[in-house]
């Protein structure tokens, strides 16, 4: 299967530009607020709503899709918000591999294991996927920033 005659690849430098802005706004908090648990956000911190959207990303276009033996990051490998720009090339690395995989000749799904039992995918909906649970987690990363007395900055595509 051919990659559609969509431009996915600017599609997700859209991503990257928000994502660019929210680093930048993490930046500003400090260090503490950063990594301070809160039990009413599912992963806790902003520091690790950030590590499960990498991981996320590495998850289903590195391991499920492309077959890719993946080093998972843990939350504790990163306390500082310089550490998620290495580790976010990375992720942008990984699209552009699922996204020239793709486009070249591939399978009209992926299949793979996931929870135990074989899943397929077609790509469209693993690139769907894996962005937009970034911008699920990026809102409620802004939204734990409000909880923690800060003002959220606009990470929106259009701002």
């Known amino acids: 299967m051919r990659l559609p005659d969509f431009p996915f690849p600017q599609q997700y430098d859209y991503v990257r530009s928000s994502r660019a802005v929210l ?6 908090l400090a260090p503490a607020d950063f990594i301070r648990e809160n039990s009413a956000f599912g992963k806790g911190s902003i520091r690790n709503l950030l590590v499960h959207i990498a991981n ?3 998850f289903w276009l590195g391991e499920f899709s492309l077959g890719r033996a993946i080093t998972y990051t843990e939350p504790g490998d990163l306390a500082e918000v310089a550490g998620f720009h290495p580790l976010f090339a990375g992720v ?5 591999d699922f996204l020239d995989y793709w486009s070249a000749e591939t399978p009209a799904l992926f299949t793979a294991e996931f929870d135990g ?7 469209l909906q693993l690139f769907t996927h894996v962005i937009t649970h970034e911008y699920h987690h990026k809102g409620q990363i802004l939204s734990l920033s409000r909880h923690l007395g ?10």
């Open 23 to 28: 680093l930048d706004y993490c930046g500003t």
């Open 56 to 58: 996320t990303y590495a």
């Open 92 to 96: 942008d690395q990984l699209v552009s």
């Open 117 to 123: 039992q074989q899943q397929q995918a077609p790509p």
């Open 150 to 159: 800060y003002v959220p900055v606009d990470t929106d595509v259009m701002r």
